[in-house]
């Protein structure tokens, strides 16, 4: 399994825009499917986007589209999410994954907060 390690999340007002980063352990990043998920509390866990192995295909969930950006970077071995338009209903615990298909990640990342205040 490829570790992974989320940064860039924080406080931001409504409206603000954040970009969040996460890091791969090994230079088989280029070999995965990467995805953003997030989980608010007391809620089930979120897909938001995912990229193919060479970033020429993604996929948005509705809640995010137009407003979130999936990239990846596989010199740095470094997936991201660009948010923007945030609401305070994107307040949640933010985790990147790595998988081998589109609907099995088995890497995840530690998580990232992300709070949007109105």
């Known amino acids: 399994q490829v570790q992974l390690v989320e940064s860039g999340g924080g406080l931001v007002q409504a409206g603000g825009s954040l970009r969040l980063s996460c890091a791969a352990s090994e230079r088989t990043f280029r070999t995965y499917i990467m995805a953003w998920f997030r989980q608010a509390p007391g809620k089930e866990r979120e897909f938001l986007a995912f990229?193919?192995?060479?970033?020429?295909?993604?996929h948005y969930a509705d809640s995010v589209k137009g407003r979130f950006t999936i990239s990846r970077d596989s010199a740095k071995n470094t997936v991201f999410l660009q948010m923007n338009s945030l609401k305070p209903e994107d307040t949640a615990v933010y985790y990147c994954a790595a998988g081998v298909t589109q609907n099995n990640y088995a890497s995840w990342g530690q998580g990232a907060q992300v709070t949007v205040s109105s």
């Open positions: 990229v193919n192995m060479n970033g020429g295909i993604t």
